[in-house]
């Protein structure tokens, strides 16, 4: 239940003009990294298919270009579901901090200042962060195919696995710096698998999984305050 209070705590700030600026950023910063993926998967196709093909009896078939656009397309749509989920949670990732820092201001404005985390830190974060869950996930389209009817199920859990332990250790590490907050994941490790497995369910779903990435760094915000009470909130990062 616990989770539901911190759901709704994150939902009545939605609103809030700093939730609003990194989806707007999150929103331009994934459209820009999705065109890059087309593009770049339109440019191998072309290199890997000529524009015609000349069959016996038939002469030149100039329709190849056409099937490259075509298969792009598809391509794309089935990658589309896959990959917006590390898109998603690698751009709003990198602005954790400012979403951790709303939520506090809010509900927690008797914190000290958080340590936080420098820019090059944050940008590093991200980055690991998008490469495992693309690898993970392009692995799994392998696994997808041979145990098809649990392919949703295996996808909420591996992702529910990545984005509760990810995002959850970065919120804590703010204010308990790397290591404690490992270890606060790994006591309370079903309970973050759990939040995450909650967030991941709605993740694949383009323009609304942007926003479930934000709400997932408030919750996950709220749920390191709340495991954690007022106490080691200031402490030193290790």
Known sequence: MSVLVDLGRALGQLGDPRFLRVLAWALV????????????VMLCLGWL???????????????????????????MLALSVVLMVPVAAGVVGFFLEGIAEAVEARHYPALPPAHGLGWAEQIGDSLRFFLIVCAANL????????????????????????LGREYFQLVAARRLGRAAAAELGRRHFWRVWATGTAMAIPLSVPVLNLVVAIL????FTHQF????GDAGQGSAPS
């Open 49 to 75: 298919l000529p524009e015609t093909v000349t069959l016996p009896w038939v002469g030149s078939v100039t329709f190849v270009d056409d099937l490259v656009d075509w298969t792009a397309v598809a391509l």
């Open 216 to 219: 997932g760094v408030a919750v």
């Open 139 to 162: 692995v799994g389209l392998l696994i997808y195919f041979t145990v098809a009817p649990l392919a949703p199920v295996i996808f909420w859990l591996v992702n529910g696995f990545l």
């Open 29 to 40: 910063l994934t459209i820009a990294a999705l065109a890059a993926v087309f593009w770049a």
């Open 225 to 228: 305050h709340r495991l954690v």
